[in-house]
C-alpha cells in the first residue's frame, strides 16, 4: 500500500512566492521526491469561513488576497486544474458536519506560495477544503480523520498556516529578526507534543497560557495542522522539514507526518 505523507507547510510572508531561498529549495526537494501524487487538498489558514466548503472549481484562479505588495507578487500565476471529482470524494467522506460545494473559490495565496515551489510545474490538481471558524479544534481534527483514507488514495493532504503568527509583534522590516521568549516557548512546547505523538497537548494548546494566548492571537493560521493530525496513523514518523522563524513572530516550523 502506497500511502502518501501529509503536511503542514509553514508559509510565512506572500513575497516568499518570489525567487529562491533556503526555505522555497527545500519545498523544491520535498515536491520532487514524491510519487504518486494524483491529487492535492490544500487547507489553507486563508479561507476560513462559516461552514465548511470544498473548492469544485474546474481551473481554480489564483487569488491575490492580499495588499501593498510589489507589482511582480500580482503577476505570479498558479494555474493547475481543479479536481471537482476529488472534491466529491470529499464531501462523502465528512459525515461530522455538512460539507458545501464552491463552484468558484480558487487558490488563496496560503495555497499557491508553497505550491508555486512544492509543484512548479502545477500539472497535478489541486482543492481546497474551506476552515470552519465556528469549529473546535477537537472539530476540525476529527475531519482529518474522515479524510485520512485519502492519503491511500493519491492525494496529498497539505495544511498551510504558521505555529506562531502574531503580525502585530512582526518587525517587518528584517525577515532575521530575533524571536521572543514566548514565541520560542510556544513553538517548542508544540514540537514537543508533535513528537511525542501527544495530539492532545497541540489541541488544548491555550492551556499553554500567555506564550499561546501570544503566539496565537487568532487561530486561523495554527488550525490548518489540526487536520494534519488527524489525517495521520499510529506509526507515521513525524519530522521537522524546516525550522526557524521570519519577522520575530512567524514560526516557520514545517511538518511531515508518514
Not at 479524510?147 to 518587525?171: T, W
Not at 492532545?200 to 493560521?221: K, M
Amino acid at each position: 500500500m502506497n500511502r502518501l505523507p501529509a503536511f503542514f507547510f509553514a508559509h510565512g510572508s506572500p513575497m516568499n512566492a518570489l525567487g529562491t531561498s533556503p526555505w522555497s529549495e527545500m519545498l523544491r526537494r520535498t515536491g520532487s521526491k514524491l510519487t504518486g501524487v494524483q491529487a492535492i487538498l490544500m487547507i489553507s489558514a486563508h479561507w476560513y469561513t462559516r461552514g465548511t466548503g470544498v473548492s469544485f472549481a474546474t481551473h481554480p484562479e489564483t487569488i491575490y488576497d492580499f495588499y501593498g505588495f510589489p507589482p511582480e507578487l500580482y503577476r505570479i500565476t498558479y494555474p493547475a486544474p481543479g479536481s471537482p471529482e476529488t472534491a466529491e470524494r470529499v464531501q462523502n467522506l465528512i459525515r461530522s458536519v455538512p460539507v458545501l460545494a464552491d463552484p468558484a473559490m480558487g487558490l488563496d495565496h496560503g495555497a499557491w506560495s508553497v505550491l508555486i515551489h512544492l509543484f512548479p510545474d502545477a500539472a497535478i490538481p489541486v482543492f481546497q477544503l474551506s476552515i470552519d471558524a465556528g469549529l473546535s479544534p477537537e472539530g476540525h481534527y476529527r475531519i482529518g480523520r474522515e479524510l485520512s483514507v485519502l492519503r491511500e488514495e493519491g492525494v496529498l493532504i497539505c495544511g498551510s498556516g504558521n505555529i506562531v503568527h502574531n503580525l502585530r509583534a512582526a518587525d517587518f522590516q528584517n525577515p532575521r529578526a530575533e524571536p521572543a521568549g514566548w514565541n520560542v516557548r510556544f513553538d517548542e512546547a508544540i514540537a514537543e507534543g508533535l513528537r511525542s505523538g501527544n495530539h492532545e497537548t497541540v489541541l488544548n494548546y491555550l492551556s499553554l497560557g500567555q506564550d499561546a494566548r501570544l503566539s496565537v492571537p487568532t487561530p486561523d493560521h495554527l488550525i490548518p495542522l489540526f487536520y494534519i493530525l488527524g489525517s495521520s496513523h499510529p506509526k507515521d514518523p513525524v519530522s521537522f522539514i524546516w525550522e526557524g522563524y521570519e519577522h520575530a513572530s512567524l514560526s516557520m516550523r514545517s511538518v511531515r507526518i508518514g
